[in-house]
Every structure is written in C-alpha cells, then in structure tokens.
C-alpha cells in the first residue's frame, strides 16, 4: 500500500524559507512521477511543482525562481526547497505520486496522481 507523508511545514516571515519532505511508502519514486500541490482557503488545489520519472521538473510561474523540486531515490523522499517565500504562498501543501511517467502537459493534472498524502500547512507573515 501506498502512504506518503509529509513534513517540513510551519510558519516564517517573508522572506524566509522552508524545506518539504515527503517521505514515499510501497512506491518507488526513481520510476514515478510526483509532484507538489497547494490548496489556500477558499481556492482550488493547485500544481506547485512536479518532476518525473526522467527528472524532467515543472514549475507554477509564481514559484520559479524561488523553489525547487527534487527526489532522492535513495531515500525514497521528495522535497520541495521553498526561498523568499511570500505570504501568498500560504497554503496547505500535498504530495502526490503517480506510477510511471507523466506527459509534462498534465503534471499539475490532480486527475494524474492517484496517491496523496495528507497534506503540510505553510504559513508566511508579512
């Protein structure tokens, strides 16, 4: 069974910065794809940044820049390096994981990942 657990959330100033990790469980991430979402109150969950089986990334315009996502196959995690973080990146934070590769135009699809964890909140101050 699949279980993916996040940390690394808190609460920062502007300007500060955070590491996500997510930690993957009967799933292979050097195989798969994952990727990152973000729901703030009020608005859809939305695609923050994903990498796929290949290592090929994509990221949110708002968040170039400023994040990046990578995997250690070794250890099976993800995570998300969060710098100069604003406070409208103030959002509960997913990761999702899908098997196989996911074609670049459908990684912030939510339909495309299958498993979710259950979420990090991050919460910026001005």
């Known amino acids: 069974q699949v279980q993916l657990v996040e940390s690394g959330g808190g609460s920062v100033q502007a300007g500060g910065s955070l590491r996500l990790s997510c930690a993957a469980s009967?799933?292979?991430?050097?195989?798969?794809?994952m990727g990152w979402f973000r729901q703030a109150p009020g608005k859809e969950r939305g695609g923050v940044a994903a990498i796929d089986s290949d290592g090929r990334t994509r990221y949110t315009d708002s968040v170039k820049g400023r994040f990046t996502i990578s995997k250690d196959n070794a250890k099976n995690t993800l995570y998300l390096e969060m710098n100069s973080l604003k406070p409208e990146d103030t959002a509960m934070y997913y990761c999702a994981a899908e098997v196989g590769r996911i074609i670049y135009r459908a990684m912030f699809y939510r339909g495309a990942y299958k498993h979710w964890g259950q979420g990090t909140q991050v919460t910026v101050s001005s």
């Open positions: 009967g799933f292979t991430g050097s195989t798969n794809s």
